[in-house]
């Protein structure tokens, strides 16, 4: 990977978080926790599982391992909407640390081999396809707070179950 193509990753992963923090940042108080069904990953747990992925990504070059980081439906409950505002605030700063990281991979870095577990067994990848997967992770997302505030603000904000986001999903 040639050196503008590196900045331009590190550029990419600043345009992605930026769209989360977007999305985060709509969240009203009181719907930290709020969920499109049970079951669901709620804000605050794609907040966090985001979080959580970006710290695994910052270690696999000490590790040479990206362990298996499912997101989990009640991983994190937020109890007051500043702890949210933290978590948000947490994944601000996690913005400049991807980027520096990003930026100052060299062209080797890219391809040092990671053994990252799947669900279907542990796979060597080149650390340079294993950003640009954990990127795509983020933007997928990204895409459910999209969904999930679409549903949400389209009731006016008062959806006060999943069951009934449920309802409006239906076709």
């Not at 985060?24 to 049970?38: F, K, M, Q, T």
């Not at 907040?47 to 910052?58: K, N, P, T």
Request: hydrophobic residues 40%; negative net charge.
């Amino acid at each position: 990977m040639s050196f503008g193509e590196q900045q331009r990753l590190a550029a990419f992963s600043d345009t992605v978080r930026n769209s989360t923090l977007k999305r985060l940042r709509r969240v009203p108080e009181g719907a930290e926790n709020w969920a499109v069904r049970e079951g669901a990953m709620s804000f605050a747990d794609l907040a966090d599982h985001i979080l959580q992925c970006d710290y695994a990504l910052l270690k696999i070059f000490e590790t040479k391992l990206i362990g298996a980081n499912v997101g989990k439906a009640g991983q994190r409950r937020i109890e007051t909407y500043p702890e949210f505002e933290n978590l948000i605030g947490e994944l601000k700063q996690l913005r400049k640390t991807r980027r520096e990281f990003i930026g100052t991979m060299t062209e080797s870095d890219f391809d040092i081999i990671i053994d990252a577990e799947r669900i279907r067994g542990v796979e060597r990848i080149p650390a340079g396809i294993l950003i640009l997967e954990m990127l795509d992770h983020e933007v997928h997302h990204r895409g459910q707070m999209a969904l999930a505030l679409g549903l949400y603000e389209a009731a006016g904000g008062t959806l006060s179950a999943p069951s009934q986001a449920a309802d409006l999903t239906r076709f």
